[in-house]
């Protein structure tokens, strides 16, 4: 029917043609699979089938995740849909559309007061189930819809255990999507994105199954270690050199990793680590610490920057490091890290790990340790495991030293070149293209 779109995608179209959706929508299933590209074409068909004066809404992460997915697309697909992103505001057919991101502290008290004909939803599991149920009171005109995307996520996340699984009693229809499937993909692209993902992501990602993370968290690295570990890294490839601290507690260690970049973030390499023991003072650790930095100092000539544990109190012990730092004529810079969710470090990591854009040096045994050992909790969601018998801490100062760049690192896989693209799109625009390949 639609000659563009793929079999599933023409199954769900027609399905939103002939009124065979539901109250809510769900698309759901693996990475770049089309999810989103379809729905914007659905929910291009509903709006123009309601009144004139609904009121409509579209919700994203964040506005930006909103504008990168969904809106730049819609507006490539149909000139007649304007937006701002300022304004929070867009317009189709004669239509206004309100825009939104869940993260907006006053998102959720803006749409409290409305009532809604239909909503547009990308990237459902990262809702709050809160904010979810409160735009579901607000669909309250006759024939209201939700539309929205999802990849899968754990099975005990509240959309599959409080939604999905009960879509026979709750006017809740599901419609699923395989990478497989997206023939706007060039085939050796999809075969390399299939190398990167390992594990449960392989299984949610590629698969599109709702799954449990259990068992070795670096299956691949813990099984083909000897592939990683190097003796001594070229200095001169690398483009920039971070350090990473993790802050002991009671239980846990104060734990410095050193990693480093080469070009465009192709590879991340772990240079060194050290986890001092007998931490018993703010000074005792300082002083480790300006040891630790002396040191990469001397062997690399430079440090770009340190990222610090910011939970408790510390950002205090941070000033005083600084300060410390700066009396002994050492200036550093150290930032509170980005902590993004631990399963979105440890993705990013399996990635690089997956498509061998990985290497440790060989002194670094206390990380090549917890890497090979590390596990998901059993019984729980996403939660890597942290009863001791790992060290957890070298793992978070190595990711805290990275994680500021996982936007970064994220963009430069599979990124397709343009031309290649519009080519198999039909020519449909590069900018989009270029977004749209980053996941
Ligand atoms: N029928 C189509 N015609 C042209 N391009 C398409 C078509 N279907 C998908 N694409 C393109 O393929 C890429 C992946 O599609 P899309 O973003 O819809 O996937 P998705 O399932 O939403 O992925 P994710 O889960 O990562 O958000 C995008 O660049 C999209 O524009
Ligand atoms: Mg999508």
Partial sequence: MFEKLNPRQNE?????????????????????????YVSLIAWLI???????????LMVGKTIT?????????LASLCPAFVFSTSKKEASLFGRKIYLEGV??????????????????????????????????????MPNSKLLGTTNPDSPGHWLIKKYISRK????????????????????????SMKKEYTGVFYDRFILGKW?????????????????????????????????????GASKSKTAFVTIGFTRSYETLVVLDEFVPLGINSPEKLYENFLNFYRKIQKEYGYISTCYADWGGLGQVITKGLQTYCLQAKVPVKIHDCS?????????????????????????????????????????????????????????????????????????SFNKIPAKELC????????????EGVII
């Fill in 103 to 140: 993260n907006d502290s006053r998102a959720e008290q803006k749409i409290r007061g409305m009532t809604l004909q239909a909503a547009y939803c990308d990237e459902l599991t990262l809702f709050t189930e809160d904010f979810f149920s409160m735009l579901l009171s607000r669909l309250s």
């Fill in 46 to 56: 509903l709006i123009a089938l309601y009144p004139k004066n609904s009121n409509f």
């Fill in 12 to 36: 769900f179209l027609i399905d939103v043609i002939d009124e065979k959706t539901s109250r809510i929508n769900i698309l759901q299933g693996s990475v770049r699979s089309g999810k989103t």
């Fill in 339 to 411: 902590k993004f969710r631990i399963i979105e470090r440890i993705n990013i990591l399996s990635r690089l790990i997956g498509t061998d854009r990985f290497r440790i040096l060989s002194r670094c045994s206390e990380t090549i340790e917890s890497l090979s050992s590390a596990v998901w909790e059993d019984e729980k969601d996403d939660v890597r495991l942290d009863n001791g018998t790992v060290n957890i801490d070298v793992l978070d100062a190595m990711e805290y030293a990275f994680a500021s760049f996982i936007p970064k690192i994220s963009n």
């Fill in 65 to 73: 995740s909103l504008k990168r997915n969904c809106l730049t697309l």
């Fill in 211 to 247: 799954v449990q993370a259990e068992g070795l968290i670096y299956s691949r690295f813990a099984n083909d270690k000897s592939r990683y570990i190097i003796e001594k890294f070229p200095i001169h490839e690398l483009q920039s050199i971070h350090i990473g601290v993790d802050y």
């Fill in 168 to 191: 026979n009693d709750l006017n809740l229809k599901i419609w699923d999507f395989f990478l497989d499937d997206n023939e706007m993909i060039p085939k050796e692209i999809i075969a």
């Fill in 423 to 434: 080519a198999f799109s039909g020519g449909a625009g590069e900018e989009k293209f270029l």
